[in-house]
């Protein structure tokens, strides 16, 4: 079975070529077309679009289980910062290629980064197959990476040309958040991203903390300063957007500025539950991400879909709120929009061949009444059988194609060990 151009085939194959979908449907009306020369047979499985996690940082897997249960502010100024500032570029990689073993495990083909020493997660897709848009991250202030803003400029033109025509990876401007970048540094990072012609991410309006501070540094909400910049506009991907009112989401419908939604994270930190419902009535693109995993603490698209529809029906009080259809468009079509790389997040004819097939005999799968309630709401992520990205397959049945998992696990035993000597 799969689900093809948003219909569910119950006897379905997919011919790939060079990397991209050539034709899909019917299976015996694509074995008469098209004489394979590979097969592969996937029985009482579900072929779906490959999920993309619209927002992450990958290096902080290497933080996972660190400083849990404490609020945002806190949880970076005391457990994050200080030891982000000491991990080297071996270290970065480290994370950065732990994150993308999970990801791949769990049916996820492309992911939007923000991080430091961006060259690093670069490497580590690279090598693992999937899909990156990268966004070296920077503040206004001094940081252990840039003295300022502006002198991470010279590294997004650097990034840009490195990463120019390559197929899987790409990048974007990723100025931290209001209120750890000034508005003239936010709107020359803005000018620098049209000047490239990439994607702007940040985060936004993360929690009622973050309103709070804009609104007596500036006189207004983090949505209307953006506005009042004259940044907020198509080539914006927001991450999080919990506190914001009808206006804020007005403004986002206008402008056609896109938001990641970030589930677990929100939850976790206690930042609130994004009013994911009203932005899609509004007309918002809304897509789907995990955060790092140091605050959710997994990196597993199908676990952020139950909760997103979960957390959306309560929010609103409503069963109807976030269907489980509407989120698994959020985390494929969705995501793919706010990467700004629409033409993923779907299976059909001249589109990337990026894709995950689930066990369907699997016991919590069973029976299969409705597949696209089960993907959201029965799914965990591990019936994942098989993992492809351009065509090509990065994991099959519990068999990882381009990653060293037992060298990976001793690395990470080392790092632990580390980080652990530096919280003492």
């Known amino acids: 079975m799969a689900f093809l151009d948003g219909r569910v085939f119950h006897d379905a194959a997919v011919a790939v070529c060079d990397g991209t979908i050539t034709a899909c449907g019917d299976r015996g009306h694509i074995a008469e077309q098209f004489e394979a020369r590979e097969t592969l047979r996937l029985t009482d499985a579900f072929l779906l679009p490959g999920l993309i996690n619209a927002h992450t ?47 791949i495990r769990t049916g996820c083909t492309a992911f939007m980064n923000g991080y430091f020493h961006e060259e690093n997660t670069g490497r580590a897709a690279h090598g693992a197959g999937i899909r990156a848009v990268l966004g070296e991250g920077f503040f206004g202030f001094p940081s252990p990476m840039f003295p300022d803003a502006e002198s991470c400029w010279t590294t997004l033109r650097r990034l840009r040309q490195q990463y120019s025509g390559h197929p899987r990876i790409r990048t974007s401007v990723a100025p931290h958040a209001v209120f750890t970048v000034g508005p003239n540094a936010l709107t020359a990072s803005h000018t620098l991203a049209v000047e490239l012609d990439l994607p702007w991410q940040i985060h936004l309006a993360e929690s009622s903390e973050e309103t709070t501070s804009c609104v007596e540094k500036h006189g207004i909400r983090p949505v209307e300063l953006l506005d009042s910049l004259g940044i907020l506009d198509r080539r914006c991907t927001l991450h999080h957007c919990v506190d914001v009112s009808e206006e804020d989401i007005r403004r986002l419908a206008e402008t056609g500025a896109k938001v990641v939604h970030n589930p677990a994270s929100n939850m976790k930190l206690a930042s609130g539950i994004a009013p994911i419902q009203s932005m899609l009535d509004a007309g918002v693109t809304v897509g789907l991400g995990t955060d790092g995993a140091a605050s959710n603490n997994q990196l597993n698209m199908f676990r952020e879909m139950g909760l997103a529809a979960l957390g959306g029906k309560v929010r609103d009080h409503d069963a109807r709120a976030a269907s489980a259809a509407s989120v698994l468009d959020m985390a494929t079509k969705g995501s793919a929009q706010c990467l700004h790389w629409p033409e993923l997040g779907t299976l059909a004819p001249g589109r990337p061949a990026d894709m995950c097939a689930l066990d369907l005999c699997a016991p919590n799968m069973l029976p299969v009444n409705d597949l696209i309630s089960h993907m959201t709401y029965a799914a965990t992520g591990h019936e994942v059988r098989m993992t492809m990205c351009e065509g090509r397959v990065l994991y099959l049945d519990g068999d990882f194609r381009t990653l060293d998992l037992k060298g990976l696990k001793s690395e990470a035993d080392k790092a632990r060990r580390w980080i652990s000597s530096l919280r003492r």
């Open 57 to 103: 940082h990958l290096p902080m897997t290497l933080l996972r289980g660190v400083g849990d249960d404490r609020p945002l502010l806190q949880w970076l100024r005391e457990d994050i910062w200080p030891v982000e500032g000491r991990l080297s570029p071996e270290l970065l990689h480290l994370g950065a290629a732990l994150g993308c073993a999970e990801m």
